[in-house]
C-alpha cells in the first residue's frame, strides 16, 4: 500500500514561512510527477506547485514567487518551502502524484494568523 505522510504544518504570522515534507513510498516517488496541493473548507482541492521526476517544476499563480518545490528521489521526499505566508495560505495541504493519484495522507494543516 502507497502511503503519503506530510508534515511540518504549523502556526506563522503573516510574512513567516514554513517548509512542508512529503515522504511517499518509492513505487510512487521516482517516476511520478507530484504535487502538493490545498483545500480551503467548502472549495475544491488546488494544486499549488508540481514537479516532475526531473526537477521541471511549475507553480500556481497565488504560489509564485513565494513557494519553491523540490524533491529528493533518494529519500523518497518531498518539499515546499513557503515565504512570505499569507491568512489566505491557510488551510490544509496535501501532497500526492499528479497523474495516477494515489489514496490521499492526512494533510498538514498551515495556519497564517494576520
Known amino acids: 500500500q502507497v502511503q503519503l505522510v506530510e508534515s511540518g504544518g504549523g502556526l506563522v504570522q503573516a510574512g513567516g514561512s514554513l517548509r512542508l515534507s512529503c515522504a511517499a513510498s518509492?513505487?510512487?516517488?521516482?517516476?511520478?510527477?507530484m504535487g502538493w496541493y490545498r483545500q480551503a473548507p467548502g472549495k475544491q482541492r488546488e494544486l499549488v506547485a508540481h514537479i516532475t521526476s526531473g526537477g521541471v517544476t511549475n507553480y500556481a499563480d497565488s504560489a509564485k514567487g513565494r513557494f519553491t518545490i523540490s524533491r529528493d528521489n533518494a529519500k523518497n521526499t518531498m518539499y515546499l518551502q513557503m515565504n512570505i505566508l499569507k491568512p489566505a495560505d491557510t488551510t490544509v495541504y496535501y501532497c500526492n502524484a499528479v497523474v495516477v493519484k494515489v489514496p490521499w495522507g492526512r494533510g498538514t494543516q498551515v495556519t497564517v494568523a494576520s
Open positions: 518509492g513505487s510512487i516517488f521516482s517516476f511520478n510527477i
